[in-house]
């Protein structure tokens, strides 16, 4: 599905990976993120429907993803760049494109906006154990160990293109890591951008105080959520400037 705002440049492009712990979610439930993404970028949104496990574990996700960048390619060209977007399991699978676009030589996406990322499935060793986690109970551990094991189905946790907190992050292009510190994964995605900067790479760590897992999705009930996808478009604006 195309979100097109007014006044999108039609020289770049974002490709948009919904959350939804590689299990639920779909267009309609995730809509609203990726449109408020888009005008804050003032680019034109590809926004995917990838398939979910457990009727379709890894790599089906992964695969999907890979399919609709180079479909995007295609489609272009976009002589300002096409850039990456995803919240929660999205930000993790779009973190994993670009480790597995890197592997096969492809042409990498110019950057990476990561919000509220999910990206290491194999344990809890990033779970907060200070009492500041405000994501229960919407976010349990044992929920999200339940949608680890359904996703790769008897897959190695440990892969990084299942897990890309664990993988070699070098040579992946400029990455906007955003997580809210009350998030029960903020350690792994504060972890995460500390490990691709030491890779050599371009990341801007964006941490929100007090907020929740995916508060970004929430534009139109608190300011924050607001602030922070006009932040997260102004990075992707930046990266797809001609």
């Known amino acids: 599905e195309w979100l097109v705002p007014?006044?999108?440049?039609?020289?770049?492009?974002?490709?948009?990976?919904?959350?939804?712990?590689?299990?639920?979610g779909s267009l309609a439930a995730h809509q609203a993120l990726a449109a408020h993404l888009a005008r804050a970028a003032g680019r034109r949104v590809l926004f995917v429907d990838y398939r979910l496990a457990p009727e379709h574990p890894f790599p089906a996700a992964l695969d999907d993803a890979a399919s609709a960048y180079e479909w995007l390619q295609a489609e272009g060209p976009f002589p300002d760049g096409v850039a990456l977007a995803g919240e929660s399991a999205g930000g993790g699978l779009a973190a994993a494109l670009l480790l597995a676009?890197?592997?096969?030589?492809a042409a990498l996406p110019v950057a990476a906006a990561l919000m509220s990322p999910w990206l290491d499935l194999a344990g809890d060793a990033g779970w907060r154990r200070d009492g500041a986690d405000a994501d229960e109970p919407l976010l349990r551990r044992e929920q999200l160990a339940l949608a680890a094991r359904l996703y790769v189905d008897g897959h190695a946790l440990e892969d990084a293109l299942v897990s890309p907190a664990r993988g070699d992050l070098?040579?992946?292009?400029?990455?906007?890591?955003q997580s809210g510190s009350a998030e029960a994964l903020f350690p792994d995605a504060e972890r995460f951008a500390a490990r691709a900067r030491?890779?050599?790479?371009d990341v801007t760590w964006d941490p929100w105080d007090g907020m929740w897992?995916?508060?970004q999705s929430a534009v139109d009930a608190f300011p924050e959520a607001g602030a922070a996808v006009a932040r997260a478009g102004a990075f992707l604006r930046d990266h797809t400037a001609g």
């Open 170 to 177: 070098a040579g992946l292009p400029p990455l906007l890591v």
């Open 198 to 201: 030491e890779a050599g790479v």
């Open 213 to 215: 897992h995916v508060w």
């Open 6 to 24: 007014d006044g999108a440049d039609d020289g770049a492009a974002i490709l948009h990976l919904h959350g939804g712990a590689y299990s639920v």
């Open 101 to 105: 676009l890197r592997e096969r030589g």
